[in-house]
């Protein structure tokens, strides 16, 4: 956006908010004498997490190779953490949300134990198995159905919203007669 440029209708929690840039600072890159503890720490942390993920991938590849997941963590000395049964709305304790992931874990099935690839975030580096499925408890389903009706009917609403506003936004003439004040 430029200065003083208003922004689109921006939902934030179920208020709606127009932002406008007051002032912009100009990028710059600082001395090297600066950042250099800063570049250094990056460094050690960036070569940690691809040895990190160079030994996930060959531990990965052993364990499709038919080696025991328990015995290998072992040999290793890695720890082997379960979760209880996730949904797909669930966050993954301990990894947090990863689209990617999850996508993969529930691609997973007794004939495909093992992800194609491992996963790597902030926390760490992750080696994903499938361990078993739980079907859906249909008692808790007819109670959270109306929730996700209502919860969908305000998002088809907002859009809706939404688009109304950018058409006449469209077709209107939008003065500024005062800046906007913070």
Request: aromatic content about 8%; charged content about 35%; overall charge negative.
């Amino acid at each position: 956006m430029e200065r003083e440029e208003p922004s689109d209708l921006v939902d934030a929690g179920g208020k709606f908010y127009v932002f406008q840039v007051k002032d912009k600072k100009p990028s710059a890159l600082p001395a090297l004498d600066e950042v250099k503890d800063k570049v250094k720490e990056d460094t050690i942390h960036s070569l940690a997490d691809q040895t990190a993920k160079s030994t996930a991938e060959e531990y990965l590849k052993m364990l499709k190779e038919g080696k025991d997941w328990p015995v290998l963590a072992k040999e290793r000395g890695l720890e082997i953490k379960t979760t209880e049964f996730l949904s797909r709305q669930d966050s993954i304790p301990q990894i947090g949300h990863s689209q990617e992931l999850q996508e993969a874990a529930f691609s997973l099935s007794q004939k495909k134990r093992y992800a194609d690839t491992v996963f790597q975030n902030d926390k760490g580096v992750f080696v994903i198995r499938w361990e078993g499925q739980q079907d859906i408890d249909r008692n808790k389903f007819e109670e959270e159905k109306k929730l996700y009706r209502d919860m969908l009917v305000r998002l088809k609403n907002q859009t809706l919203f939404k688009e109304w506003i950018d058409h006449l936004k469209s077709r209107a003439k939008i003065e500024m007669l005062q800046p906007l004040e913070g």
